[in-house]
């Protein structure tokens, strides 16, 4: 690493660092702070309040036992649990090297948030975003140390996914790049690195491929489950363009959709039929319904 040990503290042998923070402890954070512990660092995990951070705790320790039964670390739940913090208060970030942020994808609740972990941060520790479209230029442009922030965009399900997006700003130091893609690379998932930029690389083409599909069955063309089965067979995608959305949230693509629309023009425009199903509340998995049903919800 270009960055020494002094400058951003003990790291463990893992290659991550060894106090890693996240904010935010939904299905994303959760999966971002399981990521970490088996990777050998501290994790402190905060949420909004002490119910939602005791059912933080829960995914996470869920996870960690999943993990566990396949055989995918040697260590106990004991050992895992032992350096896993999870609480509603910030001041928990105030000794961390690396802090990421996973809140919804929202602009205004973002910048909230990064302003308030940064307060807590040595002016030597990373801040990293796990935004999926929102510019990280505009996000740094409210920070007090830009060269230290960066994105992170983990992937849904983060266990099960090998690839993190690294988005650069403008202002974010080379050697704050170097560590990430180390960072990455420890955790056992494979970094690409791409310019700022709306929707950055991964999001910008998936939700073009999404968005075509939801007006494909709005206008009939075929059945959610033989669109998702021409992408599967005829172009060897793992899954569907609508099974997809309906495992990322109809909400959240909703929202990288109007955000991508404003920002890029008319070919982002959400289909009335994705706003409606948000409308209705039918969000995919996490609700048991969205273009498709899940009993599992």
């Not at 509603?88 to 609740?109: I, K, M």
């Not at 700003?169 to 056992?188: H, K, N, R, Y």
């Not at 021409?230 to 609508?242: D, I, N, Q, R, S």
């Amino acid at each position: 690493m270009s960055v020494s040990e002094l400058e951003l503290g003990d790291r463990g042998e893992s290659g991550v660092p060894d106090r890693v923070g996240v904010l935010g402890g939904g299905r994303m954070g959760a999966g971002i702070a399981h990521a970490f512990l088996l990777a050998g660092a501290h994790v402190a995990l905060v949420e909004r309040n002490d119910v939602e951070a005791s059912a933080a705790r829960d995914r996470v320790l869920r996870a960690v036992d999943a993990s566990i039964a396949r055989g995918a670390t040697g260590e106990t739940r004991l050992e895992l649990e032992a350096r896993l913090a999870v609480g509603a208060d910030f001041g928990l970030f105030s000794d961390r090297e690396l802090v990421v942020e996973a809140v919804p994808e929202v602009r205004a609740l973002k910048i909230e948030a990064l302003h308030k972990v940064e307060a807590q941060l040595s002016a030597d520790a990373a801040l990293a975003s796990n935004t999926s479209s929102i510019s990280i230029d505009d996000l740094a442009d409210e920070l007090a140390r830009p060269a230290r922030f960066l994105g992170l965009h983990f992937f849904n399900p983060v266990p099960a996914s090998n690839l993190v997006e690294l988005v650069i700003g403008s202002a974010t130091s080379p050697e704050l790049v170097a560590d990430a893609q180390s960072w990455v690379s420890a955790l056992g998932k494979t970094p690409i690195t791409v310019s700022d930029a709306p929707g950055f690389a991964s999001s910008r083409l998936g939700v073009t491929l999404g968005l075509e599909a939801i007006r494909m069955l709005e206008e009939g063309v075929a059945s959610a489950a033989d669109i998702d089965a021409a992408m599967m067979l005829g172009y060897k995608h793992p899954v569907g363009p609508l099974k997809l959305t309906d495992l990322v949230g109809l909400d959240v693509r909703l929202g990288i959709a109007e955000y991508l629309h404003k920002q890029l023009g008319a070919r982002f425009e959400p289909p009335a039929l994705l706003r409606r199903l948000v409308a209705e509340g039918k969000l995919g998995r996490k609700s048991g319904q969205g273009f498709y049903r899940w009993d599992e919800a």
